[in-house]
Nanobody
Framework: QVQLVESGGGLVQPGGSLRLSCAAS??????MGWYRQLPGKQRDLVAA???????NYADSVKGRFTISRDNAKNTVYLQMNSLKPEDTAVYYC?????????WGQGTQVTVSS
């Protein structure tokens, strides 16, 4: 059974940093990533990383966010720097195998002064 445990969200001032973590259990995942969602909006990709380390970022976060993973711990991280108010959203961990994908419970990130 797959379980995802997210942590690291919170309130931060503009220009600040946060680090999100998502620890996965149950199997080995080919792709791991983070999405974010505003109320009433669709869930959008923020960043994703393959097991081999190839990454993909939304244009809005390139140069500010860094995704990484620790395959031994089956954990994916999102380091968020130079945060802006428009980064405010619920962030969801997403992990995928060839056959299925799974979502975390979501963690709130609020960027406000």
């Amino acid at each position: 059974q797959v379980q995802l445990v997210e942590s690291g969200g919170g309130l931060v001032q503009p220009g600040g940093s946060l680090r999100l973590s998502c620890a996965a259990s149950g199997t080995i995942f080919a792709n791991m990533g983070w999405y974010r969602q505003l109320p009433g909006k669709q869930r959008d990709l923020v960043a994703a990383i393959t097991r081999g380390g190839s990454t993909n970022y939304a244009d809005s976060v390139k140069g500010r966010f860094t995704i990484s993973r620790d395959n031994a711990k089956n954990t994916v991280y999102l380091q968020m720097n130079s945060l802006k108010p428009e980064d405010t959203a619920v962030y969801y961990c997403n992990v995928r195998t060839i056959l299925a994908e799974y979502w975390g419970q979501g963690t709130q990130v609020t960027v406000s002064s």
